[in-house]
C-alpha cells in the first residue's frame, strides 16, 4: 500500500562566509522535533544569512528597517504540503548568543523551533498568543535537551566603568 503521506524535506542554506553554524542533520532534527510525531510532512527552507539581506527583508515585509534574527514566510497550501522559508541572520544570531550567555547552537535550535512554529500558525502578537507559544517553544527545546531560552540570562561581560572599578 502506498502512503500518502507528505514527508518532510528540508533544504538548508547557507548564504553567509560564517561556517561555524549548525550542521544540517542537527537543523533537520530540530525542524522535526518542532512538528511533532502527528504532523503531515512539510517543505522548509532554513537560510542563513548576513545582516544586508535580513534588513533588506524586514523592512520590506515587516517595515522594520533593521536586521533581525528569525523571519518565516509560509507558503501556500496547494499541494496538501505545507510549509515555508525561515531566514536565520547570522551575525544576529551569533551576537544574541553571546549577550544571552548561551551556545551558538542552543540559540539556533531555539529560533529554528520558533521559526517552525510560525509556519504553523503560531504567533505572539497578542499576550495569550504568546505565553501559548513560548510554553510549546520551551518543551520543544526541553525534548532536544536545551535550557529554557526565557529564563533569566546572565548580563553579558562588560568592562568596568570608572566608578565601578574605585
Same mark, same amino acid.
Given at each position: *500500500? ?6 518532510? @524535506?528540508?533544504?538548508? /542554506?547557507?548564504?553567509?562566509? %560564517?561556517? $561555524?553554524? !549548525?550542521?544540517? !542533520? ?13 504532523? !503531515?510532512? *512539510? ?10 539581506? @535580513?534588513?533588506?527583508? $524586514? ?9 533581525? $534574527?528569525? &523571519? @518565516? ?25 553571546? /549577550?544571552? +550567555?548561551? @551556545? ?11 521559526? *517552525? &512554529?510560525?509556519? /504553523? +500558525?503560531? %504567533? ?23 535550557? $529554557?531560552p526565557y529564563a533569566?540570562? !546572565?548580563?553579558?561581560?562588560?568592562? &568596568? ?6
Open positions: *500500500m502506498i502512503s500518502h503521506r507528505t514527508r518532510l @524535506s528540508v533544504t538548508v /542554506q547557507y548564504a553567509t562566509a %560564517d561556517d $561555524n553554524l !549548525p550542521a544540517r !542533520p542537527l537543523l533537520r532534527r530540530w525542524v522535526q522535533a518542532a512538528l511533532g510525531a502527528d504532523t !503531515p510532512g *512539510m517543505t522548509v527552507v532554513l537560510r542563513f544569512v548576513e545582516e544586508a539581506e @535580513s534588513r533588506a527583508l $524586514n523592512r520590506r515585509h515587516r517595515r522594520k528597517d533593521r536586521p533581525t $534574527n528569525v &523571519l @518565516s514566510f509560509v507558503y501556500d497550501d496547494k499541494h496538501g504540503a505545507p510549509g515555508g522559508d525561515i531566514l536565520l541572520c547570522a551575525p544576529v544570531l551569533r551576537r544574541e548568543a553571546a /549577550q544571552q +550567555g548561551k @551556545s551558538v547552537a542552543a540559540h539556533c535550535a531555539h529560533l529554528v523551533v520558533h521559526g *517552525m &512554529l510560525h509556519l /504553523q +500558525g503560531y %504567533d505572539h502578537e497578542q499576550a495569550a498568543e504568546a505565553a501559548r507559544m513560548e510554553a510549546h517553544e520551551i518543551a520543544i527545546l526541553a525534548g532536544l535537551g536545551f535550557a $529554557n533569566a540570562h !546572565p548580563a553579558p561581560a562588560t568592562k &568596568l566603568s570608572r566608578r565601578a572599578r574605585r
